[in-house]
């Protein structure tokens, strides 16, 4: 099995900055690639970014694209997400996923999940 644990969540104002981790362990080899995945008080679980573990290739959901950066370390075993020029809207509980098959924009999809990281941006 593989887990993964966020850390890095916390308040900021809006325009700040927060770096997200994501530590995985277990079966880690056999993670193909990993993603974010945010759900704000009262609406349904979004897609933030995802990368793929072999070949680095990214995806971001068009809210975060040139604001927020995905990168991973494999030699740790932990996958980042930097998040700058923050809005009120980007708050939520982010939460990491990770899949040993595949590469996707699609909750559903992910087979291993944190528990997540509350990120709150005040206005």
């Known amino acids: 099995q593989v887990r993964l644990v966020e850390s890095g969540g916390g308040m900021v104002q809006a325009g700040g900055s927060l770096r997200l981790s994501c530590a995985a362990s277990g079966r880690t080899s056999s993670i193909y690639a990993m993603g974010w995945f945010r759900q704000g008080p009262g609406k349904e679980r979004e897609f933030v970014a995802a990368i793929s573990w072999s070949g680095g290739g990214t995806l971001y959901d068009v809210s975060v694209k040139g604001r927020f950066t995905i990168s991973r370390d494999n030699a740790k075993d932990t996958m980042y997400l930097q998040m700058n020029s923050l809005k009120p809207e980007d708050t939520a509980v982010y939460y990491c996923?990770?899949?040993?098959?595949?590469?996707?924009?699609?909750?559903?999809?992910?087979?291993?999940w944190g528990q997540g990281t509350q990120v709150t941006v005040s206005s």
């Open positions: 996923a990770a899949d040993d098959s595949g590469y996707f924009r699609t909750a559903s999809l992910y087979d291993y």
